[in-house]
């Protein structure tokens, strides 16, 4: 038997949860096209055959280190740097970049194997260009695989797993083979809540806003969940709700339907909005509604 722990790094928006999404073939992570999507390390448990192997999807490593919530997401994301067995490094097919350039940073001086994993790889028509900068890439450090795959198709994630699996090493299982996360219900219930806003609102609100559950509760068959959406200020309370309560209405709508699906039950959810003034920078606050160390 073999398991062991794999870290997905990258900067924000490369597709580090919609791989891991792809690789236990169900939803854990949400996803948007927004930085700061993925707000805490989120563990997903694959176990196949006499391998178990345990990703930690970590938020993306940006250069913006200012803020209370900034420094928290690089410390997350730092932290899964040690302890883990093996690296996936993914980058956004043929763009590099300067937070790029920084993760590569962090990694070159780590002991534990990194495989470069350029996703994306499907857009790129061009594939002697693809091939090319997957070239200069390995001129950067040296890496124990390189491989193009598409998190979102699925393209080549069965040989990336595979390639995976080959640097566990012996042990035991750590979780029972049929866990999928070490998350409760209640955290993916709130991050489910969470991603309906990310994808509904501006560029700048999500990042202001963050999700608590103050109520879990089963009776009659029937989850009944009673959620808070934190906001930093009275105009952004107003956003959110919209006009007669139509926008909150809709991001109810979607969150329950897909706590239905992930509970297979029948759900009651109540949202309602508050205001807390600069929560995002305020250590205590963050602590508070679950962004502890």
């Not at 009659?220 to 107003?238: C, L, S, T």
């Not at 926008?247 to 949202?271: P, S, Y």
């Amino acid at each position: 038997m073999k398991s062991g722990y794999v870290s997905i790094v990258g900067r924000p928006n490369v597709g580090k949860s919609t791989l891991l999404n792809r690789i236990l073939r169900q939803k854990i992570s949400i996803t948007s096209r927004k930085p700061q999507t993925t707000r805490h390390n989120i563990i997903g448990i694959h176990t196949k055959a006499n391998v178990q192997m345990i990703f930690v999807d970590t938020p993306g490593m940006h250069l913006n280190n200012v803020g209370a919530m900034n420094q928290y997401l690089n410390r997350s994301a730092n932290q899964t740097l040690h302890d883990v067995d093996l690296i996936l490094f993914l980058v956004d097919n043929i763009k590099w970049t300067d937070e790029d350039e920084a993760v590569l940073g962090k990694l070159a001086g780590a002991k534990i194997p990194v495989v470069l994993v350029v996703n994306k790889s499907d857009r790129i028509t061009d594939k002697p260009r693809l091939f090319d900068h997957m070239h200069k890439l390995s001129e950067k450090m040296e890496f124990a695989e390189i491989i193009p795959i598409s998190a979102k198709n699925g393209k080549h994630v069965d040989k990336l797993e595979e390639i995976v699996e080959s640097f566990m090493p012996e042990g035991e299982f750590i979780y029972p083979e049929d866990q999928v996360t070490d998350r409760s219900v209640r955290f993916l219930a709130s991050e489910m809540i969470r991603e309906k806003l990310m994808r509904s609102l501006g560029q700048e609100l999500p990042y202001s806003l963050t999700v608590e559950i103050e109520k879990f509760s089963e009776e009659g068959g029937v989850i009944d969940i009673a959620a808070v959406i934190w906001v930093e200020r009275k105009g952004q309370k107003a956003i959110i709700i919209g006009s007669n309560g139509q926008h909150l209405k809709n991001i109810g709508k979607q969150a329950r339907i897909d706590m239905e699906k992930m509970l297979d039950q029948k759900v009651f959810l109540q949202l309602w909005v508050k205001v807390k003034e600069g929560w995002s920078d305020d250590l205590r606050a963050l602590r508070s509604l679950g962004y502890g160390d």
